[in-house]
């Protein structure tokens, strides 16, 4: 069955420490995006791409790296430099179609805590 | 920029009842398109409904139709013959000339009573 898998699906993090959450997605998309979510809240966009080797920085970038090498992969980083990176990230995934009407297909999200 | 207001942070309905999720946008973009997503408890997001700005008509799917109306910028969601399974946070984004670029509100509740 074609889906977005996201790993792992909680993960804790220390103080200094780097993490990295996987996303891999067999529905041959062209475009990724990573969201948090704050408990109540609604998602936040971090980072988006369009294409491989390619990606631009969303609403709430500052703390996060991503990468695209592979269209089917993205990869996000959430470094040292996010102060509070307790939330629970969601991965996406969409074709390039005509803009604005493609839906956005989801994963089923990474909880990430402080240690 | 685009901003989404749902002002039912929580909605209660009887099951097999139809109720209304309420949702308003505002937006510059010309061409703009709506969604909604239901999360359940379990944190994934299923997508529902799609309308664009430039369709004739409301959109249906299923048990899910769309009350759009673009002069007032709303979009609200009907679900008709409400099931149990249907309780969790709906969100209605929308997306506009800023490719792929989702903006959420708050959402809502919604809790189905047997």
């Known amino acids: 069955d074609g889906g977005i898998t996201q790993s792992p699906k909680y993960l804790f993090r220390k103080e200094g420490q780097n993490v990295t959450l996987s996303c891999e997605q067999n529905l041959n998309h062209d475009a990724m995006y990573w969201y948090r979510q704050d408990p109540g809240q609604g998602l936040r966009l971090i980072y988006y791409s369009q294409i491989v080797n390619d990606f631009q920085k969303g609403d709430i970038a500052e703390g996060y790296s991503v990468s695209r090498e592979k269209k089917e992969s993205f990869p996000l980083t959430v470094t040292s430099a996010q102060k509070n990176p307790t939330a629970f990230y969601l991965c996406?995934?969409?074709?390039?179609?005509?803009?604005?009407?493609?839906?956005?297909?989801f994963g089923d999200g990474t909880r990430l805590s402080i240690l | 920029a685009q901003k989404i207001t749902q002002t039912q942070p929580g909605m209660f309905v009887q099951e097999k009842e139809a109720v209304t999720l309420d949702c308003t946008y505002d937006?510059?973009?010309?061409?703009?398109?709506l969604f909604w997503y239901k999360q359940p408890s379990s944190g994934e997001m299923i997508f529902l409904i799609y309308q664009g700005s430039y369709d004739q008509q409301n959109a249906t799917e299923g048990r899910y139709s769309l009350n759009f109306q673009k002069a007032r910028k709303s979009a609200n969601l009907v679900i008709s013959a409400s099931q149990l399974g249907d309780s969790a946070m709906y969100f209605c984004?929308?997306?506009?000339?800023?490719?792929?670029?989702?903006?959420f509100g708050q959402g809502t509740i919604l809790t189905v009573h047997p």
């Open positions: 937006t510059s973009d010309p061409s703009y398109g």
């Open positions: 984004p929308t997306v506009g000339t800023s490719y792929g670029k989702l903006t």
């Open positions: 996406a995934s969409s074709s390039l179609g005509r803009v604005g009407n493609q839906p956005q297909h």
